[in-house]
């Protein structure tokens, strides 16, 4: 049961760093953006922020899909109940 708890623990220490990773990219890229925007055209600007949406949703569409089963584990390990 500890190894479970342990791997459990690296799992989601893993994902909100990857996660928290891939957020400060997306809002340096939108900052860096609005920054140099003037240069930018109106199109450029518009596929810019069609690729941010796709780019989110290509990145938080597998944690929605996987978060609910992880949630299930999680909190069966932490408030030990058992999962036979």
Do not use: C, N, W
Request: glycine letters at 4%.
């Amino acid at each position: 049961r500890s190894l479970i708890t342990l791997l459990l623990y690296f799992v989601l220490a893993t994902y909100l760093l990857s996660y928290g990773f891939f957020i400060s990219l997306v809002v340096l890229i939108r900052y860096r953006l609005k920054e140099y925007g003037v240069t930018l055209s109106e199109r450029t600007l518009r596929l810019q922020r069609a690729f941010q949406k796709m780019q989110l949703l290509q990145g938080f569409l597998p944690l929605a899909i996987i978060s609910v089963p992880a949630i299930i584990v999680v909190t069966g390990t932490v408030l030990h109940t058992d999962m036979d």
